[in-house]
């Protein structure tokens, strides 16, 4: 369906901008509802500022779902569009995916078992090793990094008595 506004016409896609306007009512519920609970700091500490930041990226989106159809029309038919997303085709890809995504849920299974530093760097070197990562200097460092940052950054953000084994 198009639409038109002055001289241009526009396609609207509907089905991105119902999603997307769906999953923002939900986050605008949702904090909300958690401002209705309590204002305290401690409650709204992640809440608030992952919620505002995802309605500002929502206003982000918006324009994305409306297409001029000269622009369209003047795009070659194997011209990519570079934002557009792609599912990946190859196996090797298909491969690395899966990987990530079990070497993810062993971390969360066995952070009460080897403690969230030790999880999170061993997630964050497989995570690198998967991704192409080859260099040993890098991926210690790297992932000693993000393991510091991680551990005190929580603990610095969240009251909360978080199991560790050398931290």
Known sequence: MT??????RYIIDYGHLALITLIAAAIFWYLLDARSVSLSVNNLLLVEPVALFALAMYLFIIPQCFHRVDEQ?????KEQDPLSPTLPSERSDIIRMAIL????GLLVFLLDVVGFDVGIFLFTAAAMAVCGERRPLHLLGFSLAVTLVAVYGFRALIPFPMFTTFL
């Open 101 to 104: 995504g079990a070497a993810l």
């Open 3 to 8: 639409m038109r506004i002055g001289q241009h």
């Open 73 to 77: 029309l003047a795009k070659s038919p």
